[in-house]
Structures are given as C-alpha cells and as structure tokens.
C-alpha cells in the first residue's frame, strides 16, 4: 500500500512540474473552449437573410416591409434594385427577393377588383431548408394582410400555446466535448508517451527488479490520472461556468461515472499504443493518429448524426462518440445514469478489452 501511494504521488508531482505537459492538458482546452465559444456560442438561432425591392415606394408598400422586418429572424435588405437583389441571391448573400410591383397599394385599396395581385418571390434553391422557412414566414404575412383587407373572419382558428423548451446554445453543445477531448488527450496520448519514455530511460526496468507489482503500478497510474482528471474537470467546469454561464443540469455523480469511464478507457488504448511502440518518439505518431480522427468522429466539435452513413458504423464504436454524448446528455438534459446505460455498456467494453490486450503487449524492457 506505501508503494501504492508514494507511486500515485510521483506521478502527481510530475504532472504539476512539467510546464508543457500543464499548458496542452489544461491551458490550451480552456483556451480553445473560450475561442470556439466567443466567436459560435451564441449562435443558437436561425437567420433569414430577405432583400426588399420596393417598386411601388407607398406607405402600404413600406408598411409590408415593416412586417416582414418585425420578426426577430429576418435580416432584411432594403433599396435595391432587382437586378441587385437577384445577384445577392445568386451569389448565396440572401435567401429570397421579394418584388413589390408598382401599383401595389392602389391594388391594396381597389375593394371592387376581385384579380389576385402577385408579388415575386425568388428564393435560393442551393439553400432550399432554409429558405422554405422564409417562404413560409413571407406566405404568412401577406396571407395575413390579404385577409384583413377582405375582413375575413375565420370560423375556426387555433389556439396556440408555447412550450417552453431547452434553450441550449453551440457552447452547450462544446463544452462537454472539450471534456471528452481532454479526458482522451490526457490519457491515450499522456500514458502512451510517458511509458514509453520510462521504458526507453530504464525507469520500468529498474522498477520492474523491486518487489513492486505491475498490479501496483497500475493503480497508482490509474489513481493518478482520476485525481488529475477530477480536477481539470471542475477547472474546465469553473470557467465555463465563470465565462459563459454554462451549468449542469444532472447528477454530479452520472457526470463523475463517466469521467472515471472514459478515463479508464483511455488509460488503456494508451498501455496498448506503449507496448507497440518501441520509442517515445513513435508512440506520440501513433497516439496522434489514432486520436486526430476521433476528434471529428466522436462529436466534440460537431453533431455527428448527419455525417454520412458509412461512417456511422466507425461513429457507434469509438469511445469518445459516447463518452461526449452520455456527458452532453448529463450537463445539458439531466439525463440519468440508468438511462445512459448503452453509453456505460460500451465504453465499459473498451475497458475490458482494451486492457486484456494491453496485458498481452506491456512490456517492462
């Protein structure tokens, strides 16, 4: 048991005296987190781009443009020409035209022609989601002024009632995913070159002639890395928390699980990468190449349930798909751990089998 912990904090000790290794396992996920999330974080709404070309240049005419412009998810462009405003949309700078024509308030107060008065409508079809919302935002509103000039009176109408609905923006999204990534980071990468880089000094081979165990030394490595991980945890939690008000809606302790979980997964793909690689210098490519891929595939970044469906397959294997969902589950929904238990079944599987073939490839020389 002194083994055991005078090893845990050896290791402890040489994690908080290394500079470098403190800058790209805290320093620069905070650091990313805070630039990713200054510049997209508030991005959570949908915006519509519509330009105006106001032929008709009346009060109704303006009063239209009023309308449109009312609602919080237009931007609108005004005093354009037509020539203009279709080059905008060709170029991908608006999603739709709208033309009011000359004569449209005189049509407006014509109660006795009975002719329908149409306005052009040109939309972005590269773009046709998006601009199917504003087709149906601009539908919406001259449907609205056409039945008030007919006073027409509906027999039947809807009664809307709002739900109130989570209000998660793109730092919710990223924040457990640079969890995710720091908790891959720190251990594949970290235990992959520190062991490689003992067993090249002669460190594993002197130890391995003590009475020390393997057995021993794993779990001071493994204890030193939870308590390491614990605590960049809170930091990255702190800050986030501190800068962009981001919190954690579920259990402290489904949140904890899951750190242990993808710490111990991690560790392990790590003992494998350092048994293969003969020199540290080796194991950090092979860490890397493992590991870069990850980062688009396990959705730190991104959502990845619209990546295309021969990567899906890939996307349901690797581990850090789920450890970044069952923690974006966790902080953002409040989702249990009993309900996440698909994500655990899996990253529990890397554990056992991660660590029976690094059983096979550590080696102390």
Known sequence: MRAYWQLTLSQLRIFIRNRQV???????????????GSFLGNGNGLSISIGIVDQDNTILSKELSKIL??????????????????????????????VIPNGY???????????????????????????????????????????????????I??????????NLSYIDFLVPGILAMMIMSNN???????????????ILRR????????????????????MLNGLQALIVLAVAHLVFGVSVNGSWVSLVSFVILGTLAFMAIGFIIAGIAKTPESAAPIAGFLSFPMLFLGGVFFPVRDMPDFLQPIINVIP??????????????????????????????????????????????
């Open 188 to 202: 594949m990468n970290g235990v992959a070159g520190q062991i490689a880089a003992w067993r090249e000094r002669g």
């Open 207 to 226: 130890m391995q002639g003590t009475t020390l165990k393997a057995s021993t030394f794993i779990a001071a490595q493994i204890t030193a890395r939870l």
């Open 320 to 365: 850090i798909s789920h450890l970044s969902h069952a923690l974006r589950e966790i902080m953002n929904v409040g989702t249990p751990f009993m309900e996440l238990g698909f994500e655990a079944l899996i990253l529990g599987c890397w554990i056992i089998g991660a660590f029976i073939v690094a059983s096979y490839t550590f080696k102390w020389e």
């Open 22 to 36: 403190l800058f790209w396992t805290l320093a620069f996920p905070i650091f990313l987190m805070v630039m990713l």
């Open 157 to 166: 109408v809807t009664d809307t009632r709002g739900v109130e609905a989570l």
């Open 105 to 155: 308030e005189t049509r407006m107060k014509d109660n006795a022609n009975e002719e329908q008065f149409e306005l052009p409508v040109y939309y972005n079809e590269t773009n046709i989601a998006v601009s199917q919302v504003g087709l149906t935002l601009v539908n919406g509103v001259v449907d609205g002024i056409s039945k008030e000039k007919a006073d027409y009176k509906p027999s």
């Open 69 to 98: 412009a009312e609602n919080e998810v237009v931007h609108l462009e005004s005093n354009l020409s037509e020539d203009k405003a279709l080059t905008q949309v060709k170029e991908g700078d608006l999603q739709l035209v709208v």
